[in-house]
């Protein structure tokens, strides 16, 4: 029976998460509270720095201080890295990744006083990654895979776990890396490294993939479980695009090329995988793992016959992933992940002085679905913020932007909402028992980590959730799960005979989603929002002059 803070702080995304007797109880992300999206930058001198709000928020939130962690398990393992090297400056500082790391129970102790220093654990990075999925996952044995950028001195790890416990069955040591060719792709193409991937997925759809055949010679599985990236000239490929350059079609061959050849090498590092432990499913987990359509191709041209992803597949992901490895280690049960609704929550009596100090008119309306059905049905733009708040980057009903998925000019509306792209598509909500008659695929999906064909039929009263080659993004939801946000699909349908709607997460430009009351208020107040359902309350769009 142990107490276990998971954390991650070594790249970006720094997390916290709670594991209390085999149970998740709490997870969040740094950023969430500092507001600076992936809450640092990922460079050797940001290191240091822990993730020690939301850590702190961990512990307060279940009564604890530090005094009474058994462990605190941090995600990378300063024993597998590199040793520095004499000239700390050799490798643009790398070393002093590692020196930071070795010194981060000193950190953690000083971010959260009271905490005893020993009882930090390192959990190798990809290990944690592992664990946040087959130890997450429903079910028991389990093959796995992590797809990711770099931990230690590795880029992916395949395995299988049973009971409990990995059996590594391959690696793949840098520099070869899916996920460091993708975030290379991402910056080639004017997008941010590290952070703007799903950009480039998204850009993929309108592009073909004429580049393909270089990519297969110079990326390639080598019939052991791991592959080769051999280093490629981008600028032979395609021009550079400068940021906020017009993206041109060139830009765009080049990421579907890319992402056709990621999917391609998944499918046969999946093989390799399921040839040796003939398993069901496969579980996975990394940042590469957040690339659902890859998922998607994995999942319906791949050998397993299930393919489940950790919601927090990225590096926070692992702040879980190390606490549960560490709460299996010290004896616990472990029990799987059942929500990514993790984070925090406010009473209605917290959130109703929120609005009163905010001096806003609200209502409390009996039938709240039924409010903001009728909303959405007028065509309102409806900032959703109800219960916990999400572990990992996808809004999934609790932090959401919502609107009429009938009107096409709703995903301008929203992406100017948002002051994103307008190549960015936005995802359909729709009640888990309905999804097989409107979306292909995967299904249920409650993690929104799956692309999906949606039916002809359909392409047509939906279109503003339909991407350019005819897929979405769903998210199922379940009525015991999420009984309210059912009750709003509901009413829509009654009133417009649609049961779904656009989800997009709550959030503006450049900024992590929303998290507590006073980002809803701002976020509601700096765009044209024209409803927020904050908890039982509704606050009203006033318009004070004409629209321009
Ligand atoms: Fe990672």
Redesign the pocket.
Same mark, same amino acid.
């Given at each position: 029976m142990a107490t276990v803070l998971g954390i991650n702080a070594v790249f970006h995304d720094p997390a916290a998460a709670l594991v209390v007797d085999g149970r998740i109880v709490a997870a969040a992300e740094e950023e969430r509270f500092t507001r600076r999206k992936h809450g640092k930058t990922p460079v050797p001198f940001s290191t240091w720095e822990v993730p020690e709000l939301a850590a702190g928020w961990c512990l307060s939130e279940h009564g604890l201080t530090p005094s009474d962690l058994d462990a605190v398990a941090y995600s990378y393992d300063p024993e597998l890295a590199p040793d520095p090297c004499p000239d700390i400056t050799a490798d643009g500082w790398e070393g002093l990744r590692t020196l930071f790391v070795r010194r981060a129970p000193l950190f953690l102790a000083s971010a959260l006083p009271g905490l005893d220093p020993s009882v930090v654990r390192f959990v190798p #990075?990809h290990v944690a #990654?592992a664990a946040s999925a087959y130890l997450a996952a429903p079910g028991d044995a389990t093959s796995v895979m992590v797809l %990711?950028?770099r *931990?230690e001195q590795a880029s992916y790890l395949a395995g299988r776990a049973e009971g409990g416990e990995l059996e590594i069955l391959a690696d793949q040591r840098l520099p070869h890396s899916l996920g460091l060719l993708y975030e290379e792709v991402t910056e080639h193409l004017g997008f941010r490294r590290s952070s703007d991937e799903y950009k480039v997925m998204a850009l993929a759809s309108y592009g073909s993939p004429r580049f393909l055949q270089r990519l297969r010679r110079a990326v390639r599985t080598d019939g052991e479980g791991g592959f080769v990236v051999d280093p490629i000239d981008l600028d032979e490929l395609v021009a550079p695009r400068r940021v906020g350059a017009p993206i041109d079609p060139h830009h765009a061959d080049l990421a579907a090329s890319v992402q056709r050849r990621l999917e391609e090498i998944l499918l046969e590092l999946a093989r390799w995988l399921h040839g040796r432990t003939g398993d069901r499913s496969v579980a996975l987990a *990394? *940042?590469v793992a957040l690339n659902c359509v890859a998922n998607q191709r994995l999942a319906t041209s791949g050998p397993f016959e299930t393919v489940w992803v950790q919601p927090a597949a990225g %590096?926070a992901g692992?702040a879980l992933g190390a606490a549960l490895h560490t709460a299996h280690a010290l004896g616990d049960d472990v029990r799987p992940m059942t929500t990514a609704a993790l984070g925090r929550q406010w009473g209605d009596d917290e959130l109703e002085r929120w609005l009163q100090t905010a001096r806003l008119d609200y209502e409390r309306p009996s039938d709240l679905a039924g409010a903001v059905a009728d909303a959405l049905a007028d065509d309102g733009i409806v900032a959703w913020f109800q219960g916990r708040s999400e572990f990992g980057p996808r809004a999934l009903g609790h932090r959401s932007l919502l609107a009429d998925p009938r009107r096409p000019e709703n995903l301008e509306r929203l992406n100017d909402i948002k002051g994103r792209e307008q190549f960015r598509p936005v995802a359909p909500m729709v009640l888990a028992e309905r999804a097989s008659e409107i979306f292909d695929g995967v299904l249920p999906s409650p993690y929104m980590l799956f692309v999906h064909d949606v039916r002809h039929e359909w392409r047509y009263r939906i279109p503003s959730v339909v991407h350019v080659d005819g897929t979405a993004r769903v998210q199922t939801v379940d009525r015991a799960e999420e009984p309210l946000m059912a009750a709003v699909l509901e009413g829509f349908e009654q009133r417009t005979g649609v049961p779904v709607v656009v989800n997009t997460s709550l959030n503006t430009a450049g900024r992590p989603m929303v998290d507590d009351p006073r980002d809803a208020l701002e976020c509601f107040g700096s765009g044209p929002v024209d409803l927020l359902a904050l908890g039982p309350f509704l606050v009203r769009r006033a318009w004070t002059g004409a629209q321009p």
């Open positions: #990075h #990654h %990711d950028g *931990g *990394g *940042g %590096d692992t």
